[in-house]
């Protein structure tokens, strides 16, 4: 009967771990959705001033 109690036991926490890396890979994975996102509207803003700058000095060319 020990042994039994001592597999339940195993069970559940080779379970807790196995959820808490699942937890963790998500979380992982939202994060590196976050930054994506945040480099991608760098990347946006950066191109729209490039934009700005060079028709304001065609702009200024006329």
């Known amino acids: 009967?020990?042994?039994?109690?001592r597999g339940v036991i195993t069970d559940k926490w080779s379970s807790?771990?196995?959820?808490l890396t699942?937890?963790?890979?998500?979380?992982?994975?939202?994060?590196v959705m976050v930054e994506r996102q945040l480099?991608?509207?760098?990347?946006?803003?950066?191109e729209a001033l490039?934009?700005?700058e060079s028709g304001a000095q065609d702009g200024n060319q006329i």
């Open 50 to 52: 490039r934009a700005a």
């Open 39 to 46: 480099q991608n509207k760098e990347r946006q803003m950066a």
């Open 16 to 19: 807790r771990i196995l959820w």
């Open 1 to 5: 009967m020990g042994f039994f109690d």
């Open 22 to 31: 699942a937890f963790g890979s998500a979380v992982g994975l939202y994060m």
